[in-house]
Structure formats: C-alpha cells, structure tokens
C-alpha cells in the first residue's frame, strides 16, 4: 500500500487508520473526504522532533493552511504544538475561531487587502511576510493607527528552480511572488522595511516551490537566504534573527514517486544552515518551516461511488464517479496522478487500465487516466488516495455540487469534521 496506515481487512476491504472505508461510505455517503488524525499527529511531530534534535528545539512548524483549512484540522495541529501559515482572510478567521493562538500565526499573501492586514494587526498575529513595497508602506499605516509595532518578515525569490511542476514553482526570478534577489530588489526592500516606524523587521522568507522530492534545492534555498542575510547585516548593520524556509517537501502520491522522507529534507536543511552560519561567522536564526502537503497529503484519501462503466472498445474504459473536479481539480489543473482502488475489492489485483471520469459538465472533468484498478461495477466504492492536501481546499461548487464531508478516523473511530455542504447551503447568498 502507498501509505502503512492504509490495510485491508479480512473482508477484502480498504481501512484506514483501522477503519472500513466502505463502512464510512455507507454511513456518511460519497464522495467522502477521509483523513487519518494519528498520521497527522505523527507528521507533525516528525518535523518537531528533527528540529528539536538537529537545532536545540529553535525553530517553529507552521502548518500550510492552504493545503486543508477546516476548524478542527487547526486544533490538532495547535494540540502538537504547531503554529500555521495563512493566506488570506478566510484562512485566518478559520485558524482564529479555531483557537490557534494568534503568535503562532504567519500571514502570507502576495496580494493582501488592507482589511486583511487590519485583521492581522488587530489580532496580534504574530509575523507577517510582506511580498512587495505598496504592501509595506500601506501596513506601516494600518499598525500606526492601531498604535502597534508589527513583526515583519520578507519574502525573498532566492532564484532557486526547484524541479516540480510550473504552476507550483515559486522561487524563481519568474515569479509573482516576493522580492528578486539578483536585482537588488531584495536588498532595497530590506532598507525600506527597516526605515518603516511601526514594522520591526524580523527576518527573510522564502519558499521555493511545492512536491519537490529531493533534499538540496532546499539546502540550497538556505544557504543563499543566509547569505542575504549576512550582505544586510554587512551593508546595512542589521541583524535579523529568522528565516523563514516555507514548505515544499513532497510526498507519495503513486507508487513510482519515492520522495525524500521530510525528515531527511528538514535534517539536510537544518545542517546546510548550520555550516554557513559557522562559515560566515553569522548567529543561528530562529527557523519556521510552513510544510503542508506533508502534514496532510497522505494522511487523506476520498471515497466516490460508482455510477457507471463505459467501455468504448479500443479507445479506453470510463468508469464515473459521483464527484470529480468539483472536490479534486489537481488532474484538470495540473495533470497530477494518483493511486486509485476499489475499496470493497482491495485484496483483489488492480488488472484493467481505467480513466476515472468525474460528474461535471465539462470533458477534462477526470481524476486520472490510464489508472490501474480492479474491475469496477456500478455500486463499487472507489478510494482515491494521498488526497488529504489541495483537495478540500480546491473543492468548489461547480455546477452547483454541494462539497464534500470530511470526516476524521482516529483508533477505529470516525467522527464528521466538516459537514457536508447542502443545496440551502449553496444558495444560502443567492438574492
Ligand atoms: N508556504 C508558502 C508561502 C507557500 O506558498 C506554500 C504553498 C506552502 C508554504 C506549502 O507548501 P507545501 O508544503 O504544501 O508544498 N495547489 C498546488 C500547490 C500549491 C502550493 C502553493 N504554496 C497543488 O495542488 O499541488
């Protein structure tokens, strides 16, 4: 199996986290998002441990709300001792009711409104990465008149090309995000920070990229941001005390990827700092790291029913599902692959090649092509797999599908997290 949390019973049938996923079909209905709480747990702790052990515990985990917003996803986060990243507004306000401390949050966000930065200067969160010079003069008025010093941090490009897929590459001169190091951009953005009244300038950010399986890209991230850090403590007298080296580690979603464990990723890190800092004679910064897809990603996987078969002979075999794009797009958007299984024929070989369509209205509505999986029939429950990161969060109402539940499995126990949305819900601000 892709994950060891995932097993198949004496029945034949898919578990996850001890429990029957063809159970949880039948008693929540499909699609159905599934994520397991101990794996979570495990993750979580997995990044802790490295920096406790490799870094004297001087660092913070800061889960990327963007890959699975919900409530109670953010209590089990903050109970392992992890702060998190969020990206706007709404991500905000979910970790906030949630009860994530507001110290424990970093604000991201290449665009953000002004009432997005008064909701982070009024609740205290505790960094935020400015991306561009509008953005820092215009937070420098918003703390002012709220009468606070906010803590700042800046989003570098270091000019690392991450080897992953276009959409998800942020870390290079090409990028919406942040400022470019090559140009000096970098630079003049660190000296305006510095000049603003009501920001304090804390450190650097950057992130270069998502679903990038080796170690040294990152490594690499570190000692360039590091050695940024050391020209602005040279040129401008400036000590900054953190880096912040966002997300990226990959995870597995078919059995042909074989990713670099986060661990070994967080070690290479943490020790690629570590030299330069003694090369350069430079104090060790307090670390984040805003990991997401490895907290989650594997962690989850969603439950379809299948409707229907439909072979077209010598072309390819549909088998359709009752969701689709609508709660997964990562295959219309970025052609990514996953594993997928028939739940209550798990024990069986996987020996048709299969191309799982969804139930838009639109032809590129698929979950994979040419997928191995075992010979499906109406009423089947199929499990697509690894989907616990960017695929909730992705979900929309196209054609007015309501989104899925999720629910959380724990030691053989279920229990809903997120609803499932109804048709009152989808015209809930229809006038
Ligand atoms: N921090 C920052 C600033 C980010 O931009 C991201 C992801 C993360 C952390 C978390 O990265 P992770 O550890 O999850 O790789 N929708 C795409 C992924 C977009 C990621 C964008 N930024 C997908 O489905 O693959």
């Given amino acids: 199996m892709l994950t060891p949390n995932l097993t198949v019973n004496a029945s034949g049938h898919l578990c996850i986290g001890g429990v029957d996923t063809t159970m949880l079909a039948k008693t929540h209905g499909t699609p159905l998002y599934v994520l397991d709480e101990n794996m979570i747990r495990e993750n979580c702790r997995g ?27 953010y209590r089990v986060v903050d109970s392992e001792g992890l702060g998190c990243d969020v990206v706007s507004g709404g991500e905000l306000y979910t970790a906030l009711q949630a009860g994530m401390p507001a110290e424990k949050i970093v604000m991201h966000g290449n665009s953000k409104s002004n009432s997005e930065l008064q909701m982070a200067v ?30 700042v941090m800046l989003r570098i490009k270091p000019g ?16 919406k ?23 304090r300038l804390v450190g650097l950010h950057c992130h270069i990229g998502s679903q990038i399986l080796d170690t040294e890209p990152f490594a690499e991230a570190a000692r360039v941001m590091l050695r940024l850090m050391n020209q602005v403590r040279a040129e401008l007298g400036i000590t900054l005390t953190e880096l912040n080296l966002g997300g990226g580690p990959g995870i597995r979603y078919t059995e042909h990827d074989d990713p670099k464990p986060f661990g070994e ?38 439950l379809y029913t299948v409707m229907a078969k439909k072979v077209i002979p010598n072309i390819r075999t549909y088998v359709l599902v009752d969701g689709g794009m609508c709660d997964n797009p ?32 639109e032809s590129g509505d698929l979950i994979g092509e040419d997928m191995p999986l075992q010979a499906a029939e109406e009423d089947d429950i199929l499990a697509v797999l690894a989907t616990g990161a960017y695929n909730y969060s992705m ?15 724990r030691d053989g126990e279920a229990r809903t997290i997120v609803k499932r949305e109804t048709y009152a819900d989808i015209i809930q601000n229809d006038l």
């Fill in 47 to 73: 990044f802790e441990r490295v920096i406790s052990e490799e870094y004297g515990g001087k660092g913070l985990i800061c889960y990327a709300s963007k890959a699975l917003s919900c409530k109670e996803l």
């Fill in 122 to 151: 009024s609740h205290d969160v505790g960094r935020i990465v400015c991306d561009n010079l509008p953005e820092l003069k215009r937070l420098d008025q918003i703390a002012g008149a709220a009468g606070k010093t906010v803590n």
């Fill in 160 to 175: 690392i090309d991450a080897h992953t897929h276009d959409f998800v590459k942020t870390g290079q001169i090409d990028s």
């Fill in 177 to 199: 995000f942040g400022f470019a190091l090559e140009t000096g951009e970098a630079m003049q953005a660190v000296k305006a920070a510095s000049l603003y009244p009501n920001l």
């Fill in 265 to 302: 990723i967080v070690r290479a890190i943490l020790a690629a700092l570590k030299g330069i800092c003694t090369e350069l004679d430079f104090p060790e910064p307090f670390v984040l790291f805003e990991p997401g897809r490895s907290i989650v990603g594997g962690a989850g996987l969603t």
């Fill in 330 to 361: 990562r295959y219309a958007l970025y052609h990514s692959e996953y594993e997928a299984l028939i739940a209550n024929k798990a024990g069986q070989p996987r020996d048709e090649r299969v191309t799982i369509g969804g139930k838009c209205c």
């Fill in 395 to 409: 979900a929309s109402n196209y054609n007015r599908n309501p989104r899925a539940e999720i629910v959380m499995v």
